[in-house]
């Protein structure tokens, strides 16, 4: 057939064909192509005239879509060599189509281009493409304009990725930097720690389980070498089941931190003083109730006086004092101690590994240096003045908050002990009256408060019932001062209207001792002192344990140091009469188990 039958085929085809002829260079590689012919359809195709490219060379069409033909081209003159063709999908922006795109190449100097509408296939193809390329543009968008630094690891721990807000906050300019090396040597667990981090552990451990890690208790270290501190998220990433690496993400929360820190500090702490304050002394309690710090002391303190300076001089004076008590107190307590405004006017220490004894020596270190600081003020200055009290946990099964409830007790008493104390002179007022009205003398009043503390040191009482033990040595006869003088010194034998009256002494000191605020705990001893074990005793008779502890502790040394002390009517025993007595009425006039105590005390 005539070569123009096929050119009319190609003219009349509803398939775009276009023919050049090949421009090389020296090396003989295709730079360009000029329009030699065209067909109708690549005229729709591309939106212009045949006249207007015939004859022009590919390099002068400026439009883009004919700039891509240069390129075709020249894939076409490497497919020559090959002695085949190219294929390629196009979308003409045009007609809105896609087309199948055939280069031939023949006779070395000319090629031809042609466009065949693309099969459902090739659309599909071409479509997933797009939708894959537009997906992954909003992705890296996405990842791109988060505030939250983002990265990929794979299952040894090594960076496969990063996005901006990653590179911005570990101060990192290129991806290379991270890319293909370890992220876990810029994550630890601890800021100041000098232990090897489990970070990397706990991660590649869940990771390799295909489970999420979480923590806010972690920190990145920058390029440059600082630590800030980060909550981070790491989440398995996997395809058809496989695992191939995670997800690490995470944030910045020093601002975080800083702010939960100052909520910390506001809900755990006195605005005033800056001390704990009562909640967090709670939680203390219970973090230091614990067999490690044993023995634990606790220490409270209360400031006498300071309701009235508020009154009297405003709270601003009484502001004053708060701040200079903390002080004090704070200067004269071990560093592993505990201090706490408890209440209004009410301190506590909690001391871990500290002894009765221990505690007992701070107290004296407080007072102190609380008459130092009182003697450095002004006449216009309120002086301090508080009141303390202490208790000691040496078992684990005693309850932390007896110990708490002792200690205020103890407090309370040596408050109302105060030498200020309007009741302290009342009670000083009995003291000297019972010297005065009976043969009850100093000196018998300090010997039994020394055997009464022996004892109860041989039996580990608790320091309030030391002092309650004390006090009760000195105030157990003091009912004696209603009896009548006749029959308080009479020198022989009382007859038995005399001895009933004697015996009224107990409940007329119990009256005595209950009416003065504060006393009220040795009430109770003061009335049945004289009780005995049998239950032959008076006022009520009572037996063994119904009889208070401290009574049965003072009738044994009362006992104890009249026998061993002359009287108008006899004289002193030995000190081995005397055991021997005490000995032969243990479990009749005196309680057995007192008796061993007090026996063990005087051996030691």
Known sequence: MKPSFYADIVQASPNAFVYFKLIRDSDDNVIDGIYKDINPAYECLI????????????????????????????????????????????YSEVTHQFYRVQIFSFEKEHAA??????????????????????????????????????????LKGQCTFLNHSCMEILGIKEESELVGQQIFDHLTKEALSQEETTVTQDILENLNKKQKSHSDQAYFTRMDGTLFPVEYFVTPKISNGTLLGGILTFFDITERKKKQAEINHLTFHDPLTGLFNHIKFEKLKFTYDNEKYLPLSIIMGDINGLKRINQQYGHHEGDQLLKAVTRVLSENIPK????????????????????????????????????????QLNK??????????????????????????????????????????????????????????????????????????????????????????????????????????????????????????MKKHSFIGYQIVKSIQGLDDIALPILH?????????????????????????????DAYDAMTQDRPYRKAMSQEEAIIEVKKNSGTQFDPEIVAYFLKSLEE
């Open 529 to 557: 002192h004289h009780e005995r074990s049998d239950g032959n005793g008076y006022p009520d008779g009572l037996t063994r344990y119904a009889i208070p502890l401290l009574s049965r502790i003072i009738s044994v040394v």
């Open 380 to 501: 216009d200055q309120a002086a301090i003045n508080l009141a303390f009290g202490y208790e000691t946990k040496y078992n684990i099964d005693f309850d932390i908050q007896k110990v708490i409830n002792n200690a205020q007790d103890y407090m309370d008493k040596q408050k109302m002990l105060n030498q200020d104390s309007m009741r302290n002179a009342l009670l000083t007022s009995i003291k000297t009256t019972l010297l005065a009205r009976s043969q009850f003398t100093e000196e018998h009043a300090e010997r039994l408060v020394t055997l009464s503390r022996e004892v109860g040191k041989v039996m580990k009482l608790s320091s309030y019932q030391m002092d309650e033990l004390a006090l009760l040595a000195e105030l157990h006869d003091v009912g004696k001062i209603g009896i009548d003088d006749a029959i308080l010194n009479k020198p022989g034998k009382l007859t038995d209207v005399e001895m009933a009256e």
């Open 336 to 375: 592993n101690a505990h201090l706490a405004r408890y209440g209004e006017d009410e301190f506590s220490i909690l001391l871990p590994n500290t002894d009765s004894i221990q505690a007992y020596w701070y107290v004296q270190r407080i007072q102190d240096a609380i008459k130092k600081h009182n003697n």
């Open 47 to 90: 939106g212009m005239k045949k006249e207007d490219l015939v004859g022009k060379k590919v390099s002068e069409i400026f439009e883009p879509k004919v700039l891509k033909t240069l390129r075709w081209l020249k894939a076409g003159g490497k497919a020559e060599k090959k002695q085949g063709h190219d294929k390629m999908d196009y």
């Open 113 to 154: 281009i042609a466009y065949a509408e693309s099969t459902t296939e090739v659309l599909q193809k071409y479509s997933a493409q797009e939708d894959l390329k537009q997906t992954e543009n909003q992705l890296s968008l996405i990842l791109d304009s988060t505030e939250e630094a983002i990265c990929g690891i794979d």
